[in-house]
Each structure stands twice: as structure tokens, then as C-alpha cells.
């Protein structure tokens, strides 16, 4: 190790004493060493221990845990502060602006232990009600989760969607009339997350690089500009003609497996659709282009009819100031009516032991309830339904008592809290939960986070095919850090007759916007309005939560 990587190590060090309540003298004394170590002028892995502390301010005792660290990677101390230490809250303490004591307060008190959950925690505004943070440091803190994950070389769709659509326009600033520009590839099939953003065009090289010259560019080959400025996501300008447009959108858009199993060579025709047509299929859209079925329905005219974001008739598993919400009860009903227009909105705040994100007692549900019955007088016919969000509790069963349950329009069921579970037992936790009467809705069935959190193994197989059995839809969370249940597992739900619900898990009004993205994977995953709790009419979701009842 050089003397750079050591100096880190040892900087660990000093923040895990911290971080654990180490004696207060002797991690001071450590955490001062740390700079000392970092400005060592000679080479640690060629130096003994005697030479190390007869440099000024390194002792005997560090200089033997920094010889130790040059020829062994670690020493005792810090193991055993490495081994009572959740892996996820390394990560933390290299967010900028984040020292042990504000680490240590998000894992006690909101019980936060990685990046993406912490990155979770910021999206939903649950970071600045803590003490010591505030609106500033929760937008510091967001920035920089979001530009360690940039730099793993992965990319939320929803968070380059604005480059790429600048970068779209930039094109187009430069294009004739005859010319043709289209998003492509990862981009094109809107997948969740992607190392890259691909744009085909018929422009003349010369006048796309001028349009471009603000940025980087890189002649990758005879017909690829990636342009970008680090750590924005490449962009891969990809030349075609326009007698072969439509031939080589396919041919890029498609993943590898979708485009082995069509014809080849593909004919260069005017329209993608004459292309699947010339070939005996259907139309395929881009978003199922992803190489499972999607080509054998396409030859027995089974592609169904994707859902749309106008399809939506509400909005369910939203939260308020009541839990962990930013707006109130009455402002997210107003723009779910007023801006998106839809018909109903459905408000599911957090039960009691979600007490890190303001879970609601027996009396605070009381006292909502009271205000949506009132604000439904007041907004009719638009309607709020009464729902909540309750925990589903370590052995399967649910958070509140039977008769408050009872009460609510609908129940979103959810786990939250130990999340580190096997397959099998995170299977029969959701399937009991699942055989619950009172639950409606299976809310982000994995708890993963994506780029940071893979979340909990389960067998779809046996929670859809129980969902079923129970009548239970399954949540289609929209949040674009989860976007779960993930579109490979809609499909067996489809087939198996599973409602699914596209719920933005909105904590502020412009947060109720992410069911678009929700929308995005719903398609990818083949589901048609048909199959969508939420798109159904006021009239059909109020009838719907009766019978479940």
C-alpha cells in the first residue's frame, strides 16, 4: 500500500472510534495522527517501526498500526470496530458533509444504514426534520450521494432523462428538414437503469459537432460521437443514412437477444412497422423489445396494448404531513385534481412503527380521517380515499389493531424495517402479511433501492401466485429509486389475473409526477390499463374497495 491508501485506512480508523463512543481522549489523539500520517515524506511500506516514530508527532503506537496497515491492510482495533459495523455506513461517512456524529445519528435515529436508503431518506424530506440537518445539509447530502453513484457508471433513467432530452434538442437545433433523429438503445426501451444514452441521426458530422461544441467529443468510430462532460453520462451520436433509419433504429434499440431472434439481414424499409411487418409480426414497442417473448407474441398478433399515463384515473399510496410527507393532506389532493387531473387520490401514511418517518397513532388516524370526510364535502366529486401504509411487522402480521384496520378504504402493506432476510424467510413474511383480510395492496415487494440496495430475495412465484389466492394487488412502486416490483416479474402476474397499482409512494405534490415512470416499466413489463388497480374509474376502484372489504 502507498502512503496515500494508508493515510485512508487510518483516517477510517479515527472515524470508527468516533462513530462507536471510543474514548474521547485517545480518538482525538488518533484523529490528529490522521494528518500527520497523510504528510509522512518517506515511503511507510520500506519504513520500520522505529524509523515511523522517531518522525515528529508519530508515536510508538501509531507508528506500529500505520507498519501494520503498509504490510497487512489492517490491525486489530480496527476489526473489531469493522466487525460491529453495518458495511452500508462505510459508504456513509465518505458522503461529503457527513463526520461520524451526523452518520451516527441517521443509523440510531432514522435507522438508515446505506447510501440508497439514505438517498431515499433525502428524496422524501425525511433528512432535513432531524436535528442538526436542515433543508441546506439534506440538499448537500442528496447532491453528493448521487454524484458517488454517477461515478459507478450507472445512470436512474429518471435522473438523465432532462440531459437527454437537451441533448436531443441540441441535435435538432442543427438538423435540415429531411433530416431524422431519434433516442435509441437503454434509452429508447426506457430501462430503469443505463450506463449510457444513444441518440441515431442522419446529420452531417460536421454541423452535429458544432451544435455540440460546448461538450467533449470523442470519435469512438467511423460512426459514433460520444460527447459529455465527467460526470455527466456519455451520449453516443450514432450516423446513419436515412434510407436505412428505420432499419438500424431497430437494430440499436432492440437488446442483443430481442434482435437475434428477428430476420436477418433486416430490409431497409421507410417505417420500423413495415420492417416487423415485412418479417410476419406485429409491432413491437420499443420498451418490450428486451429479447423474453415479446417476439413470439408478435407472431401471433399477442402484443398487448400498453398502458399510458392517461390511462391513470388516481393516485394511491401517497404521504402527508401527517407522516413523513413534505405538503399537506388537502394540497396533494389539489394537485392530484387540479394539475394531473385525475379522479381520486388515495393518502397511505405511515403506521405507528415507522416511528422514524412520523407513523401515525390511533388518534392521529382518528383525526385524518375526520379531515379527508370533511375535505370530501369540500371536493366532490373528487374523492380521497382513507388508506394507509402499515408496516409489516417481523412475524408477517400488520401494524395496528384489527378494528382501526377495518377503517381504512384499503391497506398498503409494506416492510421497512429488517430487511436482512433469507429467501425463504422473506417469503413467508409477505405471504402472511398477503393472507391478511385487511390487506389491499403489497407495497414495494422487495424494498430494493436501485444502484445501492439489491433488497431482500424472494420467490415471486409463491407471493404473486398468493396474491392471487387472496385477492392482493401488487404495488408497481413509481419511485425511480425502486420501481418495484420490477418489470421481469409483471408478466407472471399478468397471466396469473394479479392486479397491479402504479403508486408514486409521493411525499411531495411533484413527487405524485414519478407515476410516469412507474407508467415506463409497467409497459416494459406488458401491462394494459385492463390490469391496473388505478386506472380504474372512481365508481369501478370505489365498488373494488368495497368487495375487498
Known amino acids: 500500500m502507498n502512503n496515500k491508501e494508508i493515510a485512508k485506512v487510518f483516517k477510517l480508523y479515527a472515524q470508527l472510534m468516533e462513530l462507536h463512543g471510543e474514548n474521547p481522549f485517545r480518538t482525538k489523539a488518533i484523529s490528529s495522527s490522521v494528518f500527520k500520517v497523510e504528510k509522512i515524506g518517506v515511503p511507510i511500506l520500506e519504513s520500520t517501526v522505529k524509523e515511523l516514530s ?50 451516527l445519528t441517521i443509523w440510531k435515529e432514522m435507522n438508515i444504514t446505506d447510501l440508497g436508503e439514505l438517498l431515499y431518506a433525502c428524496n422524501e424530506n425525511r433528512l432535513a426534520q432531524v436535528k442538526g440537518f436542515g433543508v441546506k445539509t439534506q440538499a448537500a447530502v442528496q447532491d453528493s450521494i448521487e454524484f458517488i453513484l454517477k461515478n459507478k457508471g450507472w445512470y436512474l433513467y429518471a435522473k438523465i432523462k432532462a440531459q437527454a432530452e437537451h ?14 433523429i431519434s433516442f435509441t438503445g437503454e434509452f429508447r426501451r426506457s430501462s430503469e437503469i443505463l450506463q449510457r444514452i444513444e441518440i441515431l441521426h442522419t446529420l452531417p458530422l460536421i454541423k ?29 451520436f450514432i450516423h446513419t443514412t436515412r434510407e436505412n433509419f428505420a432499419r438500424d433504429l431497430m437494430l440499436t434499440t432492440g437488446s442483443d ?34 429479447g423474453t417473448h415479446e417476439v413470439e407474441k408478435a407472431k401471433n398478433n399477442q402484443i398487448p396494448n400498453l398502458i399510458t ?28 385534481r387540479d394539475n394531473l387531473k385525475l379522479e381520486y387520490f388515495g393518502i397511505a401514511d405511515h403506521s405507528p412503527a415507522a416511528h422514524y418517518a412520523g407513523g401515525l397513532s390511533i388518534e392521529k388516524v382518528q383525526q385524518q380521517w375526520e379531515e379527508i370526510d370533511l375535505l370530501n364535502k ?20 400488520l401494524d395496528y389493531p384489527s378494528e382501526i384496520l377495518a377503517g381504512f378504504d384499503y391497506v398498503v402493506a409494506s416492510i421497512h424495517r429488517t430487511l436482512g432476510m433469507d429467501e425463504e424467510r ?11 383480510p385487511y390487506t389491499t395492496i403489497l407495497g414495494h415487494p422487495t424494498g430494493r433501492l436501485l444502484l445501492s440496495r439489491p433488497g431482500y430475495p424472494i420467490d415471486f412465484k409463491k407471493v404473486i401466485d398468493a396474491c392471487k389466492a387472496n ?37 411531495i405534490k411533484e413527487g405524485l409526477l414519478d407515476m410516469e415512470y412507474g407508467v415506463q416499466v409497467a409497459r416494459k413489463g406488458g401491462l394494459e390499463a385492463k390490469g391496473c388497480l388505478n386506472a380504474k374509474t372512481l365508481d369501478e376502484i370505489t365498488q373494488y374497495f368495497k368487495n375487498k372489504k
Open 54 to 103: 522517531d518522525l515528529p508527532g508519530i508515536g510508538k503506537s501509531t507508528a506500529e498500526k500505520i507498519h501494520q496497515i503498509a504490510h497487512e491492510g489492517t490491525f486489530s482495533e480496527l476489526d473489531e470496530l469493522l466487525a460491529k459495523t453495518p458495511k452500508g455506513i462505510l459508504d456513509l461517512l465518505e458522503v461529503k458533509g457527513l463526520g461520524p456524529k451526523k452518520v
Open 167 to 180: 441533448m436531443l434538442q441540441l441535435a435538432q437545433s442543427a438538423a435540415e428538414t429531411s433530416d431524422i
Open 208 to 236: 452535429l459537432k458544432l451544435a455540440l461544441s460546448e461538450y467533449n467529443q470523442d470519435q469512438v468510430d467511423s460512426r459514433t460521437l460520444r460527447v459529455g462532460n465527467h460526470p455527466d453520462i456519455p451520449v453516443d
Open 257 to 290: 437477444s430481442h434482435v437475434q431472434k428477428l430476420t436477418s439481414p433486416l430490409p431497409s424499409l421507410p417505417s420500423e412497422q413495415e420492417i416487423y411487418q415485412s418479417l410476419g409480426l406485429s409491432f413491437i414497442p420499443p420498451e418490450l423489445r428486451e
Open 309 to 336: 399515463v392517461s390511462d391513470l384515473k388516481g393516485s394511491l399510496h401517497n404521504h402527508s404531513t401527517y407522516s413523513d410527507g413534505k405538503d399537506t393532506l388537502k394540497d396533494m389532493a389539489l394537485y392530484c
Open 378 to 397: 369540500e371536493l366532490a366529486p373528487f374523492k380521497i380515499f382513507k388508506g394507509t401504509e402499515s408496516d409489516i411487522l417481523e412475524d408477517g402480521s
Open 426 to 436: 422473506a417469503t413467508e413474511r409477505l405471504i402472511k402479511a398477503i393472507e391478511n
Open 471 to 507: 385477492g392482493v394487488t401488487i404495488e408497481i412502486n413509481a419511485n425511480p429509486l425502486r420501481l418495484d416490483l420490477d418489470w421481469r416479474h409483471h408478466q407472471y402476474a399478468i397471466e396469473q389475473g394479479v392486479l397491479l397499482s402504479i403508486n408514486p409512494d409521493a411525499h
